[in-house]
């Protein structure tokens, strides 16, 4: 594997990209009902996005961790997650696109997370944050298969308060 004789940069390249294909592999699994190997790729995109050493593509990751625990209706632990992962987006200073979308797809994570632990108001609290990251991009976005943006925010808007 690339990964194993790579070295520095090229190394923590591999790794983003290995980290890239098991979002994808992910999210196949989860639309043909393999839960159970779709958690086993959600653990290797954490694994390889640590291994990258790229700082957002390991928040990214959390995403997708979050979600892990919002599917079995553990909302305290998904809270968690998410919450620290907006504190540290909240650090970032640099206002890179890629940062107002992976910030504005934890607040529809958030968001979607209150509405499932009956919780409307924050739930509402949440998507509005959202949508003011959405207008910052003025566009949608795929960081991270993320898909995150303007329209998806309307998509999450209509589907919320169901």
């Not at 694994?47 to 553990?74: C, H, K, M, T, V």
């Given at each position: ?44 995109v954490l694994w ?101 943006g303007p329209s ?11």
């Amino acid at each position: 594997m690339a990964c194993e004789v790579l070295e520095s940069d090229q190394r923590r390249e591999a790794f983003g990209l290995l980290a890239s294909a098991y979002e994808c592999a992910m999210q196949h699994l989860y639309k043909l009902g393999h839960t159970s190997d779709a958690t086993l790729a959600t653990e290797r995109v954490l694994w390889s996005a640590q291994e990258s050493g790229d700082p957002l593509r390991i928040l990214a990751a959390q995403w997708y961790d979050a979600g892990e625990f919002l599917s079995i209706g553990e909302h305290d632990e998904a809270g968690a997650i998410i919450d620290g992962a907006l504190t540290e987006l909240g650090t970032v200073r640099e206002r890179k696109p890629e940062v107002v979308s992976l910030r504005g797809a934890f607040h529809l994570k958030a968001a979607l997370n209150s509405a499932r632990a009956a919780d409307p108001q924050t739930a509402e609290r949440h998507w509005v944050k959202a949508t003011e990251e959405a207008e910052e991009l003025g566009t949608d976005r795929n960081d991270f298969q993320l898909q995150f943006g303007p329209s998806n925010v309307a998509i999450w808007g209509v589907s919320l308060p169901v």
